[in-house]
């Protein structure tokens, strides 16, 4: 039983956590816009980002002012709200499914997400930014499909639902594979490859307006259902009997996850172990309460991956390393403590 004083300690506790994330996230996005090819200073960018928004009039060579907030800026806050919203479809898929190692790219959400948006653009199915977040969607929910049929005729046990996503994830890679290799050419094959590891390099300004919306709108929802997502912890049976309506909070989450993963997707390729490692840090920090562990998650998540994309960009001088690579490079041996932790006690 949770007592009032409880309750107080952790709001204020993710008060602190926000504040501090707010902090070092502003840091991070004015250190991902200076860095670079053509580095610029700290003051500089701040002169460009508060000309772009027509608070000040400062002189500043007209590249920098191009550079900062025509390709820089639109890059950090893309990567900012990818690892929010992939934080969060963790959150989300670990409750769902009772599962610590639930995440989109486990279970085969970004893989089947990436060969919707591949068949758009090697295949040339559709045109535009619309058709390939619709591919990326359409994909992403054949994944869902793919492992919800494998995982129900499956023997009881904690993991069989992951194992499914590991099938699902192995199928639709190699389709991927298969479109990329038979129906591309060479440089469309180099580029979806890298594109298929993660890359913030062609983000602009109407993808962060497209992912601020989805975003924020599948937080919303989450947070309005926080409440049926503890109940989700304790099982099917006990959140039905709580009064929680199972298979349709189950199905609107479900969408909601996807819809979020189709869209980064389909904007930055397939980013993995992001809500797989921020959700367990969160938890750490702010507790299981979801009303709290949501917020606390797209905070931690949007700073991961502005890190994550900085990293990117130092690891190799004069090279930019795809952003999957150094997300992974986290990722595995977290992933590792996590199953070593989950064995079985002798």
Request: aromatic letters at 8%; charged letters at 10%.
């Amino acid at each position: 039983m949770k007592t009032v004083d409880d309750v107080g300690s952790g709001t204020a506790g993710l008060v602190l956590l926000l504040g501090f994330t707010l902090v070092v996230l502003v840091f991070a996005v004015a250190v991902a816009t200076a860095i670079g090819d053509y580095a610029i200073g700290l003051g500089t960018v701040f002169l460009a980002v508060t000309n772009g928004l027509g608070l000040t009039g400062a002189e500043i060579p007209p590249i920098e002012q191009s550079v900062v907030w025509d390709l820089r800026l639109s890059r950090a806050l893309v990567a900012a709200l990818a690892g929010a919203g992939l934080a969060l479809c963790g959150a989300i898929l670990q409750a769902l499914l009772r599962n610590a190692l639930a995440e989109p790219f486990v279970l085969g959400v970004s893989a089947g997400a990436s060969t919707g948006a591949v068949c758009v653009i090697v295949l040339g199915i559709g045109a535009g930014g619309l058709s390939l977040s619709m591919g990326a969607f359409a994909g992403a929910f054949a994944a869902f499909a793919l492992v919800a049929l494998l995982s129900n005729g499956a023997t009881s046990g904690p993991n069989h639902t992951i194992l499914a996503g590991v099938a699902a994830s192995q199928l639709f890679n190699a389709l991927t594979s298969y479109i990329v290799t038979t129906s591309g050419n060479a440089q469309q094959a180099r580029d979806v490859m890298f594109w298929l590891l993660g890359s913030f390099g062609g983000v602009r300004w109407p993808d962060f307006q497209l992912l601020v919306l989805v975003v924020v709108l599948g937080l919303a929802v989450c947070l309005w259902m926080a409440r049926s997502l503890d109940a989700f912890t304790f099982g099917d049976e006990d959140a039905s009997a709580l009064g929680v309506p199972v298979a349709r909070i189950r199905l609107i989450l479900f969408g909601i996850t996807a819809m979020m993963t189709a869209t980064i997707v389909s904007m930055v390729g397939a980013i993995g172990f992001v809500g797989l490692v921020v959700p367990h840090a969160a938890r750490y920090i702010v507790g299981p309460m979801h009303l709290r562990l949501l917020p606390a998650c797209a905070a931690i998540g949007a700073v991961f991956l502005v890190l994550a994309d900085i990293a990117s960009r130092v690891i190799v001088p004069q090279q930019i390393v795809p952003i999957g690579v150094v997300t992974a490079l986290v990722g595995v041996p977290f992933f590792a403590i996590i199953l070593y932790r989950s064995r079985p006690q002798t």
